[in-house]
């Protein structure tokens, strides 16, 4: 089931809204929200990064040793 949101957006980006939506021949909330999901996913995928980064028990692979385990 879907939730009706409301957002206020500046004009130039409703215009870059609206052109795509128009260019596409999709409504304006099917490009918003596959513009959220994406970012979503985008930003789990950052954090993911971001813990193992700091993850000191996580081992640091050289460029060497991954061209050598893909057998490069």
């Known amino acids: 089931m879907a939730t009706p949101l409301s957002i206020r957006l500046p ?5 870059q809204l609206d052109a795509v939506a128009t260019e596409t021949e999709r409504p304006r909330s099917f490009i918003v929200q596959k513009a959220l999901e994406a970012y979503l996913h985008d930003f789990a995928d950052l954090q993911i990064a971001l813990d193992r980064l700091h993850d000191k028990a996580d081992p640091v692979v050289s460029g060497k040793d991954l ?4 057998g490069l």
């Open 11 to 15: 004009e130039e980006l409703l215009k």
């Open 67 to 70: 061209r050598k385990s893909l």
